[in-house]
């Protein structure tokens, strides 16, 4: 395969990235990692003061060694104080996104036979100027010649297909991440794609849903023993995992059931999916409202709206 061309298409997500290119015929392809997997976990686990491991095999270490793991960095991008240390050493956001960025590369050009320069880089559509610029820089670090910064709405337009749609329509763009929340209102005329307004929340995610159903669970047992799992790291996310697990169990099944291991105690604790849409009510509430604020920049209604397109693995929750 000739390298000339070549440009990396990198979506740099809170909870998992994904990298594609256009082939010579125009065809967008996704790039699996060296794991063979198409999205790759944006986890990092240091186990020496110049060492690290990126993506599932630093899932692994959640439990193990927690203290040593870095997860949801995407929401402290553009956060000028804000570093965390490990072996004693200070990595700022940027540094911590730029090292999952050269897993991303490295990947790819392992999958591609040759050397991979130029990328263009993803963000939600509300990133100001330093998260922006955050993400510049992150991508620099990486050793990428960066060309563009482009709005999440904008590539998940793109990716669907402009001409799908066809004609004149309004898209309403609904993003729901593992770690951050947007709705665009973007105008399609022809091939021309404009965004009308946008709006979001980098403190709403799938992580919310997770915590919130933890919590729940983690309740139930303090009543029964009178002990907190989330007291203690390792206990802390093995339960987190686990409630990770049953929320994705309830995008296709009626009821989950999680089980809890604790200073010698153990419990199963069942939930249903009504169960779990009733004690995350506020969240999905939280989402309409941006809706709402949205459609009201846009000056639009929803009957105004023509398509909307559900992006972000969170959308897969039936609610």
């Known amino acids: 395969m000739s390298n000339e061309g070549i440009i990396l298409g990198i979506d740099l997500g809170t ?55 870095v997860r949801f960095v995407k929401r402290s991008m553009g956060e ?32 591609l036979g040759f050397e991979v320069k130029d990328a263009v880089i993803t963000v939600p559509a509300y990133f100001n100027g330093a998260q922006r610029g955050a993400t510049h820089e992150a991508g620099t670090l990486a050793g990428f010649n960066v060309l563009s910064i482009i709005n999440e709405p904008t590539a998940a337009a793109i990716a669907y297909g402009v001409e799908r749609l066809g004609g004149d329509r ?47 669970v983690a309740e139930q047992f303090v009543q029964k023993y009178g002990l907190d799992p989330r007291d203690e790291p390792q206990p802390y996310q093995e ?14 099944k009626p009821r989950a059931v999680i089980p809890v291991n604790f200073r010698g105690h153990r419990s199963v604790v069942p939930i249903t999916r009504e169960e779990f849409e009733s004690i995350t009510h506020d969240l999905v509430e939280q989402c309409a409202d941006t809706c709402a604020i949205v459609l009201e920049k846009s000056k639009m209604r929803w009957s105004d709206i023509d398509d909307v397109l559900l992006a972000g693995g969170s959308t897969r929750m039936p609610m």
């Open 80 to 111: 000028p104080n804000f570093s965390l240390e490990f072996f004693g050493r200070q990595y700022s956001p940027q540094e911590l996104s730029a090292i999952i960025l050269r897993k991303l590369k490295d990947d790819a050009e392992e999958a």
């Open 170 to 216: 309004n898209l309403l763009v609904f993003d729901l991440g593992g770690g951050t929340f947007d709705v665009t209102v973007m105008e399609i005329r022809g091939t021309t794609l404009r965004t009308v307004a946008t709006d979001g929340n980098a403190e709403l995610g799938g992580k919310d849903w997770d915590d919130r159903l933890l919590n729940h």
């Open 239 to 252: 339960l987190y995992e686990r409630c990770l697990h049953a929320k994705i169990s309830l995008s296709s």
């Open 15 to 69: 909870t998992f990235s994904a990298m594609a290119y256009v082939d010579r015929h125009g065809k967008p392809v996704i790039l699996p990692n060296g794991e063979g997997q198409p999205t790759t976990p944006s986890v990092i686990h240091f186990y020496d003061r110049e060492a690290c491991v990126v993506g599932e095999e630093a899932v692994k270490m959640v439990v193990v060694d927690s203290l040593n793991v």
